[in-house]
């Protein structure tokens, strides 16, 4: 998906339901998961943290991530109820 996705609210992205986005957002932090000794690599070198906190940032986002797309679930289940 390209910035041109927008597209001012009416690109791919603002038109998907809820459902279609936390599926992409769930493909991509797979994406993410599988190259993650890359990123925590990078980290450590970009920024220059060391390993244990380059690992806890990369873990970190991924949970909130994952907090975010439970609460979206929530928010489809609590919209198929109304």
Do not use: H, Y
């Amino acid at each position: 998906m390209q910035a041109s996705a927008w597209d001012r609210g009416q690109g791919e992205w603002p038109q998907m339901s809820l459902a279609a986005r936390i599926a992409a957002i769930e493909a991509v932090c797979e994406e993410l998961q599988s190259i993650r000794d890359e990123i925590v690599n990078v980290l450590m070198w970009e920024i220059a943290k060391n390993t244990e906190d380059s690992v806890k940032e990369f873990d970190r986002t991924m949970d909130f991530v994952a907090a975010a797309i439970r609460e979206a679930r929530v928010c489809l289940n609590e919209l198929a109820f109304k």
